[in-house]
């Protein structure tokens, strides 16, 4: 399948180039575009790849390529739009959009989110064991807790070729857009440590939200949230869960911690299932999987066993976004799930300001 990547920044470099060049048994990369000249030629020289562009509309009217891979940071809803217009398949990474009227946007087409966590190995065993626990009905809670240290400290490993090429205006016009559809989200008046808990919500605990839509389904309600700290500072969100339980999600942004930590844990009557994820750049570092039992009625006697895969997450992704492709199998997230994050990450700004008195309007209204 041939493709075109669109964004050549941190992501593409540490994680998509090394994958889709040893997956050459499924992927060609023909084109790569971005705003940086730089990054699409560093992207272009790794991949063996001619075609080099900094704008959109030139790459998709030239084609050559099955389907279009979306890696550049904010909102991915008018490139979508775009790329499913001109008849190609789309895998985007998340968020798919800042607001709902980007979804309703789209015209029909195949697309495929990234939530790569969802197709971690170690993931899709927990919701195996849930399934044999009863599913939903048996969750009494999930609680998640990530401690999040810079994306420099994460990377460093990586020796990225940097962006110091782009036009100060274009990019200054680019993140006055973004505003304004925060704004459309939010309300013209949405102050910005809500602006930031909406910004959190979609750029990183989407993560978790997109798990909890897999083992429970998406919350309906949000009961409490609270933000302190500098920006992005630390959230904490809680709720109902759809069916039955609770979730509970504690995030910190921690400059300076030693490494990435991401914990979900999801308690039942008779014991937990504990999934550890470690920092999404390092390739083939396993999830572990906690699974904890113990005998009805006897205090004391239970078992404690973990369990693990190297397979990579971001990988599985790849072949079932071939699969999605040229076979027709279905994605564990399209547009209606990607909305779903979106409506949930509304809903948590939107209960944030009111706890605060704080203005809020748009969609989060």
């Known amino acids: 399948m041939k493709l075109a990547l669109v964004g050549c920044g941190a992501v593409t470099q540490a994680v998509y180039v090394p994958l889709l060049s040893r997956r050459r048994d499924l992927f060609e990369v023909t084109a790569v575009c971005d705003l940086s000249r730089t990054l699409a030629d560093a992207v272009g ?15 998709l009217a030239d084609g050559g390529f099955d389907a279009v891979v979306m890696l550049f940071s904010g909102s991915h809803g008018e490139a979508v739009r775009q790329a499913l217009a001109a008849g190609y398949a789309v895998l985007c990474e998340k968020p798919l959009a800042l607001t709902r009227a980007e979804v309703a946007a789209l015209p029909e087409g195949r697309l495929m989110v990234g939530y790569m966590k969802q197709y971690d190995p170690a993931v899709r065993r927990a919701e195996e064991l849930l399934a044999e626990l ?14 999040h240290p810079s994306g420099e400290s994460q990377l460093a490993f990586a020796n990225l070729t940097q962006a110091r090429d782009v036009d100060p205006e274009l990019l200054g016009s680019l993140r006055g857009a973004e505003r304004a559809l925060v704004s459309r989200a939010l309300g013209e008046t949405a102050t910005d440590v809500v602006r930031n808990v909406y910004g959190v919500s979609l750029g990183s ?9 897999r083992f429970t389904g998406s919350p309906a309600e949000i009961s409490y949230v609270d933000a302190w700290g500098p920006a992005p500072g630390s959230i904490e969100i809680s709720g109902p869960l759809p069916v039955a339980g609770r979730f509970a999600i504690r995030w910190h942004y921690l400059e300076d911690y030693p490494a990435y930590r991401e914990t979900v844990v999801i308690h039942h009557d008779r014991g937990s299932l504990e999934l550890v994820f470690p920092s999404p750049y390092l390739m083939n570092a396993p999830t572990t999987l906690t699974v904890v039992s ?22 599985v992704q790849l072949a079932a976004f071939h699969a999605f492709v040229n076979d027709g199998k279905p994605p564990l997230t399209g547009a209606s799930g990607a909305l779903e994050d979106i409506v949930t990450a509304q809903r948590i700004a939107a209960r944030y300001a009111v706890q605060h008195g704080l203005p809020i309007g748009g969609e989060a209204a």
Do not use: K, M
């Open 205 to 213: 605990i989407c993560h978790d939200l997109s798990l909890l839509r």
């Open 134 to 147: 009863g599913g939903p009905e048996a969750v009494r809670s999930v609680e998640v807790t990530v401690l």
């Open 45 to 59: 020289d790794r991949l063996g790849t001619a075609r080099r562009y900094t704008e959109l509309a030139e790459l």
């Open 294 to 315: 113990g005998v009805s009625g006897v205090f004391g006697s239970g078992s404690r066993n973990e369990w693990r895969d190297v397979t990579e997450a971001f990988e």
